[in-house]
């Protein structure tokens, strides 16, 4: 198994390129199923989840090439899910069942569990679903959907957490096949919405109001082939920004949607980081010391779920109180006991994490338990006086292009090992 070992202390200083997005990417892939003509998918992510989704797609009977960082899907015949155990080893692909359930009438797929970072239910994908004429059968682990046609309907998806983004995305697709006109009310207004929205209507689609909680959607009777480019990853870009921070630092961002980011661009200026801005390109800079900030995560244009850890790993460095409120998911604290083994003085109260920062840490092996936890102590390790080894790299491999690359050519003092 590998693990990245970093020797921190080494203020991060030059660019990092920004990949595609991978939450807009998987939902993507899976809309090629909708339609029998090939679909060009450009700025795809080398991640281990888009090779995932690939094989997905693949087994359902498209041909899926990748090309660089492009992605061809032709889905000329695809069959049904048959027993694939697609949600099990990667919750992301509950966004075939939209698509499959469009294209084929009938999907089935195993129901996805808990997970480190919370109970992951699809209540609200299936509620969707069904209020579109959907048959929903649950037998064995496994959910099965059906229907004889789909007819458009308005629908709430509002969930206890808000609204739900691939359940938006699974009811988006298959309302794009159906008869009449579907409207979602309380729709997620992430733009990995808009931009799986965008690609459906450049096939054919007619889909409005994507970025807002009412997304309407006028079924069409088929959708055709399309070429898209897929939004930068704002979490990625997040991810780096906060890096440059805590190692105190210079980090220029290139090609990144500082306007899909500004919930985040905003606690790092109030914790006293100095930002510029020019077209796509964004410098992120420490020129004194931090201050905490508290933060609490938030459906878009919220600070999101995905920033929590990296940004409670610069928080643990900076002195001072700061309380980090997760809203999205219960349970999404498992880098708390990690940065605790770097040094991090953090105590969880119910949903809230309080982080009195400020204290050294020191170097120490760590455990990566998901993506963005992983990414927290990488940040924590870069900015950690010593040796730091995060084990059970294949984490933060699902949704970060060649990190250890991209930090290496900012300076930083991190390799590759294999590790027992
Ligand atoms: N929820 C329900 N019922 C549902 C669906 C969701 O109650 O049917 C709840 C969830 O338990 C949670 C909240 O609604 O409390 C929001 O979950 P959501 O459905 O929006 O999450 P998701 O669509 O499964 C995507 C991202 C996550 C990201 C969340 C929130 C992908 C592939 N995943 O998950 O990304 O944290 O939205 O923004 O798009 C990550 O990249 O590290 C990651 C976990």
């Known amino acids: 198994m ?37 679909c060009v998918i450009h700025r795809v992510p080398k991640l281990s989840d888009v090779r995932f989704m690939g094989q997905i797609l693949a087994r359902l009977g498209a041909e899926v090439h990748f090309e660089g960082d492009t992605v061809r899907i032709h889905a000329r015949r695809i069959k049904g899910a048959g027993d694939y155990e697609l949600v099990r080893k990667m919750r992301g692909s509950i966004c075939v069942l939209g698509p499959l359930l469009a294209r084929l009438k009938k999907a089935s797929v195993s129901l996805p569990g808990g997970c480190v970072i919370g109970a992951r239910p699809i209540n609200l994908h299936l ?13 064995g682990g496994y ?39 579907t409207v979602i009310e309380s729709a997620a207004c ?46 990625e870009a997040a991810t780096y920004a906060i890096a ?6 210079e980090v220029t961002l290139r090609g990144a949607r500082p306007d899909h980011m500004r919930a ?14 020019n077209d796509s390109d964004l410098t992120i800079r420490r020129a004194g010391p931090l201050k905490a900030v508290d933060i609490t995560t938030l459906p878009y244009a919220g600070f999101p779920t995905d920033v929590q850890a990296q940004m409670m790993a610069l928080m643990a460095l900076t002195p001072g109180i700061s309380i980090i409120t997760e809203r999205i998911f219960e349970s999404r ?7 605790a083994r770097l040094g991090a003085d953090i105590e969880i109260e119910g949903p809230s994490a309080i982080v009195k920062g400020g204290r050294l840490l020191t170097g120490a092996p760590v455990m990566a338990s998901d993506l963005r936890a992983s990414a927290a102590l990488v940040i924590a390790g870069l900015a950690a006086r010593g040796a730091t080894q995060v084990n059970r790299v294949y984490h933060i491999d699902r949704g970060y292009e060649n990190i250890d690359g991209k930090l290496r050519r900012l300076g930083a003092r991190i390799k590759r090992i294999e590790a027992s």
Do not use: C, Y
């Open 264 to 277: 985040v661009l905003d606690k790092l200026s109030d914790a006293g980081a100095k930002i510029e801005r």
């Open 143 to 181: 959910v099965d959907v059906a229907a004889k046609r789909l007819i458009g309907s308005a629908m709430f998806l509002g969930g206890r957490a808000g609204p739900t983004v691939l359940g938006t995305a699974n009811v988006m697709m298959a309302a794009t096949l159906a008869q009449g006109v």
């Open 333 to 339: 604290f498992m880098h708390v006991s990690e940065l």
């Open 190 to 235: 992430e733009p990995e919405v808009v931009d799986l929205a965008a690609f459906l209507n450049a096939m054919g689609a007619r889909i409005t109001g994507a970025g807002s909680p009412t997304v309407t959607i006028a079924g069409v009777r088929q959708l055709h082939g399309a070429e898209h480019e897929v939004i930068p990853d704002r979490i």
């Open 2 to 38: 590998e693990s990245l070992l970093i020797k921190g202390g080494v203020p991060l200083r030059g660019e990092v390129r920004i990949s595609g997005a991978k939450n807009a990417v998987l939902p993507i892939m899976a809309a090629a199923l909708l339609t029998e003509d090939p």
């Open 244 to 249: 440059g921070a805590a190692t105190g630092g």
């Open 127 to 139: 509620k969707g679903l069904e209020a579109l004429g959907a048959k929903v059968t649950i037998k």
